[in-house]
């Protein structure tokens, strides 16, 4: 398989999930959480860089229909259990964002055995962006009283969209869920 230019991207990504790991989790590295966030940012890019390039030059596959919501599952999630493994986030509150990416990925799996393609909504892109921001805000973890209460408006935010993406979804495609 040749794999295009937007798919390369989406593969880049995956592989910058464990090099952001290495250097977040190394506190021996000075400035890690810097390098760390700049690493995580630069695959939040590519995310959008890659959907980007395949709308734009007609290059949407199967391959990246599958790979793309993936990666960034893996990428927030990867971020999610090291900010509890740091204390940065309540454990309950990296579950529910998780368990929320495992239903819509049981759902779309459901919904593409049914033949219908449920493509991302406006809630699920801001939920992503916003997971993102607060991501990158935690990697880099800025210890002043103003910035600390940003975060955690940033973090309640992220689950509140993450929940109503949730549901939007639910309701929208509940017939896949039916028997026929």
Not at 7 to 19: G, K
Not at 123 to 136: A, D
Not at 158 to 166: F, H, K, M, N, Y
Request: include cysteine.
């Amino acid at each position: 398989m040749v794999l295009n230019l937007p798919n390369r991207i989406t593969l880049f990504r995956v592989i910058m999930i464990p090099v952001f790991l290495l250097v977040y989790l190394n506190q021996n590295i000075t400035y890690n959480n810097y390098i760390a966030g700049a690493i995580f940012l630069i695959a939040a890019f590519s995310d959008f860089l890659d959907g980007y390039i395949a709308r734009k030059q007609n290059l949407i596959t199967n391959f990246g229909k599958f790979m793309d919501p993936l990666a960034d599952k893996l990428l927030v999630s990867a971020a999610l259990i090291c900010f509890v493994e740091f204390n940065l986030l309540p454990s309950w509150i990296a579950f529910i964002i998780i368990a929320r990416e495992f239903i819509i990925s049981g759902f779309r799996l459901v919904a593409s055995d049914n033949g219908v393609v449920i493509a991302a909504s406006w809630w699920g892109k801001i939920k992503t962006n916003l997971q993102m921001i607060m991501s990158v805000m935690l990697i880099i973890n800025l210890d002043f009283p103003f910035i600390n209460t940003l975060e955690t408006i940033v973090i309640y935010l992220a689950l509140i969209l993450t929940v109503v993406s949730l549901i939007d979804y639910l309701i929208k495609n509940k017939s896949v869920l039916q028997d026929k």
